[in-house]
Each structure stands twice: as structure tokens, then as C-alpha cells.
């Protein structure tokens, strides 16, 4: 019999009786699958390509909106390779990481550093040995300082460069346990990439397109981290993060179709770290057990966010005393 509690209420569960049967199933890419991540590529495409033609505008106004669509865009895209890391959305495994690498890109994200801290992050969530790629840490009090920080997270960025410049010069090692040599050899490769990348930024800019990486890529980019920020916030903030029980340490929220899509189903958090090799498009039909058996699920991220900010009111009145 297992003890866990819901919104004040004790609820016993017997494992053998009442325990989630789909949950934690494990399942392979289908060829269906595969074309429904094929259609997220090509929504997102449709979706860049409309930011950057209203971003080049002269209107202002015409120009934010786009500024803001690209921002939006470049954040779903570290989303679709999220899925990617998984090997959850092609059959062939070699095409996650040859469509995994471009979508990290605008964010500066490495495919193959964020998947070896990531899966890590898999392995040890509940423990002290949790890495998880982005650096906000839901185990310290919510506060308003934290979540301002949070929003911009500059230290990430500094972290990149700092992993540029190691790679660019051969002295990147990684420090969070054990990796791979070919893993090693793809995210030296990557950062170098970056490295290139920004190199072009340069000398475009000096060639007077500074206009055009202003509006196509910098203040996206600014716009993207806190939206990426509040989409990875409700995983596993206030949750027992001590416990390594993922229907204790995770959050699920049931959301509407848009917000599922535009998280690409981060929102199915506990159906996803359940059985992390599912394709996101069927952790919906799991939904119904998070709801059962976990710990923390909202109806709705406007739910979530009111819990969030009631926790750091809550903080803020205790700070005073």
C-alpha cells in the first residue's frame, strides 16, 4: 500500500490493485508519429518565416509583432528538440540529431550537450546528482529575485561563451560526471559551430546588416528567454523535489491545445519523465492516470501561475517578519 496525499487529502493506493497501467509504458516511434513532428517542423517554418517578413517591416509596431513571433518560434523550436534528445520523433535515430542541432541554434542551445545533461537530469531527478540543463533551482524558496532572474538568465549565456571559447581552443572538458568520447566530440563540434556562427553575426553587422541580426535574431532572442523561462517553470517547482517517485516530483498540467503545442506537451510533464521515450503527440492519452495518481497537476497554466505567485507573496510576507 502506498500513502501519498493530493490537495490535503491522504489517499492510499494500492500497487497492485489501482497502480496507473499505461503510465509507465514504454512505446516506439510510429510512422504516424513521425509525420506529426514532421508537421510541428513545418508550422514552425511557416511561423519563422512570418516573424522575420513582419520583423523587417518599417513600421514599429509591424516589426514588434514580429520581433515577438520569432521570439515565440525560437522558444518552441528548443521544445521540438527537447523531443529530439529523446530519439521520440524519427525512426531513423541519426535524423534527431541532424534536425536536433538547427533548432537549438537561435537559443544557443548544444543538441548534444543539452541530451547528456538531460538525460542525466532523467536519471537523478529527486537527488543531489540532478543536472538539468537549464539552471534554475526548484529546490530554493520562490522568490521575486529568483523568478526576475530566472526570466533573463544571463549566467546560461555566459556559460556558452565560456563553452565556446574551451571548445574553440580545445580545453572544453565536461564536469558533471562521465561522458562519452563521441559524445564529447559532437558538442566540441557544436559549440564550434556556434563559434562560426557568431563569427558571421559579426561580419555581417560590419557590413551594415546590423539592422537585420537586430531584428532577426537579438531581440528574439531577448524575447525568447523569459518565454522559455515560464515554459519550463511549472515542471517541477514546488514540488517534492527530494522524493525520486515521478507522480511526487513532477507536474502535469492539462492546458488547452494551444498551450500543449506551443510547450510541444511540456505540459504532460510526469506523462513524459513516466516514459520518456514516448512521442510527445501520445502522452495525452495518458493524461487521465497523471490525474489519478500524481501529487501535482493543474487544470490550466493560468492555475499554475496563480500558484506561483500566491508561493512568493507567501515568501515576501515571511522575509518582512
Known amino acids: 500500500m502506498r500513502i501519498t496525499e493530493k490537495q490535503g487529502v491522504t489517499i492510499q493506493m494500492a500497487q497492485t490493485a489501482i ?113 538539468e540543463f537549464f539552471g534554475f533551482d526548484t529546490r530554493k524558496p520562490l522568490t521575486l529575485g529568483a523568478l526576475s532572474r530566472g526570466l533573463f538568465d544571463v549566467s546560461r549565456i555566459v556559460g556558452v561563451v565560456r563553452d565556446v571559447a574551451a571548445c574553440v ?60 523561462f515560464l515554459v519550463e517553470l511549472p515542471e517541477h517547482i514546488l514540488c517534492d523535489t527530494e522524493s525520486v517517485d515521478v507522480l511526487r516530483n513532477t507536474r502535469s498540467i492539462t492546458g488547452s491545445w494551444i498551450t500543449t503545442w506551443f510547450t510541444n506537451g511540456n505540459n504532460l510533464h510526469i506523462e513524459h519523465h513516466a516514459a520518456m521515450n514516448v512521442p510527445i503527440n501520445r502522452l495525452r492519452e495518458r493524461h487521465a492516470e497523471a490525474q489519478g495518481f500524481a501529487l501535482n497537476w493543474q487544470r490550466s497554466y493560468s492555475e499554475f501561475f496563480g500558484i506561483v505567485l500566491r508561493e512568493v507573496w507567501k515568501n515576501r510576507k515571511e522575509a518582512n517578519r
Open 19 to 131: 497502480s496507473p497501467q499505461l503510465l509507465f509504458q514504454r512505446a516506439t516511434v510510429r510512422r504516424k508519429d513521425e509525420a506529426v513532428f514532421f508537421g510541428k517542423i513545418a508550422v514552425l517554418a511557416t511561423l519563422v518565416a512570418g516573424g522575420m517578413l513582419l520583423a523587417l517591416q518599417p513600421s514599429y509596431p509591424a516589426a514588434a509583432c514580429g520581433v515577438v513571433i520569432l521570439g515565440a518560434a525560437y522558444t518552441h523550436a528548443v521544445e521540438l528538440q527537447h523531443q529530439c534528445l529523446h530519439h521520440s520523433a524519427f525512426r531513423n535515430a541519426r535524423m534527431h540529431r541532424l534536425v536536433g542541432v538547427p533548432l537549438g541554434i537561435p537559443m544557443l542551445v548544444s543538441y548534444s550537450h543539452y541530451r547528456v545533461r538531460h538525460l542525466q537530469h532523467h536519471r537523478f531527478l529527486g537527488t543531489p546528482e540532478d543536472t
Open 169 to 228: 581552443t580545445g580545453r572544453w572538458q565536461y564536469d558533471m560526471g562521465q561522458i562519452a568520447p563521441k559524445s564529447r566530440k559532437a558538442i566540441v563540434s557544436e559549440y564550434r559551430w556556434f563559434a562560426i556562427a557568431a563569427v558571421l553575426l559579426v561580419a555581417i553587422s560590419a557590413m551594415g546588416g546590423g539592422p537585420l541580426v537586430l531584428r532577426l535574431w537579438l531581440l528574439p532572442f531577448v524575447v525568447a528567454m523569459p518565454m522559455h
